[in-house]
Each structure stands twice: as C-alpha cells, then as structure tokens.
C-alpha cells in the first residue's frame, strides 16, 4: 500500500484528479466483512501548489466510506479488492469510459447511513468499474473507481491522466 500510494502522488497530472476532500487509496483483505479488514491512509492524498502529499499512515479500519464500498463490492465479486476516490466531472467520466470501463451515476440522494456509493451497490446488486457520485448539500461530487488491487487503480490512472 506504501508503495501505491507514493507511485499515485508520483503520477504526473494526478494532482487535477484529487477533489478538495482529498483522495484515498483502500485495499482490502480476501473475504473482508468490515472496514476494519481494509486497509488506507489515516489522512488523504491532498492537492497542493506543489503537488499532491500523502497524509496520515496506512492503517487497518481507517477508511469508513471508501472501505464499505470496497466490501459490498467484494460481496458481489469476491475479486474486488481495492479502491480509489478521485474528482467528479464530465471529462473524467468520458475518460474512463474511453479506456473501456463500465461508469455508473448514482443518484445524490441514497436513504440510509453511510456512504452513497456503498448503499448504491448494496440496495441495487450493479457493479461496476467506477461510481460517479453527483454530489448533494454540502457534499463534493467524486467518482469511485474499484478494481482487484491497487496496482490496477495505479493503471487506471496513468492512462486516463494521459488522456488529451
């Protein structure tokens, strides 16, 4: 996980993906049942002038919202092990679908607690690659992108940034 998070901070251009929340980066255990099998940072990939820093640690349970999106992920496709948060717009969307992954716009409004992405894929059983999230009151809109590992996040992301 270390070494994912330093190549993703590495990235060239990664810094315009990385929403005012801050990005995460999880990877959780085979057959995890609770945020607390999944690893992420303590803090969150933040973008600055001189570009993106990694805060906080890599620890167990430090991720509530993209660690339950990993799991219900898992229950669906017990493969899927790892997941990212970057920005919401049009143009990341329309990359993401450009290298061939499957993007699902959920609703802003989910009932229940937790995270809406989580709640999505748990009420309607739809995986996919990536989760655009338009946002809501008080709410930064964000794209969840879930994959087997993070290397495959990793790869994701160098060919969507090269993207022109």
Known sequence: MEKAVRKLTCLIGINDYIPQVGSNLVYAGSESSTIEDAA????RIIS?????IACGKIAFGASR???SVVIEAQNLNGEIRAG???????E?????KEIGLT?????????GEGCPVALYIRSTGKLADAYVHPG????????????R????LLEIMAEIVAIE
């Open 40 to 43: 992420a940072l303590t803090g």
């Open 48 to 52: 600055t002038i001189e570009g993106p």
């Open 65 to 67: 919202h993209l660690a």
């Open 84 to 90: 990212l948060n970057i920005r919401a717009d049009y």
């Open 92 to 96: 990341i969307a329309r990359r993401l």
């Open 103 to 111: 993007v699902v716009t959920i609703p802003g409004k989910m009932e």
């Open 136 to 147: 809501d009151f008080g709410v930064e809109p964000t794209t969840t992108i879930i994959a």
């Open 149 to 152: 590992h993070p290397q495959r």
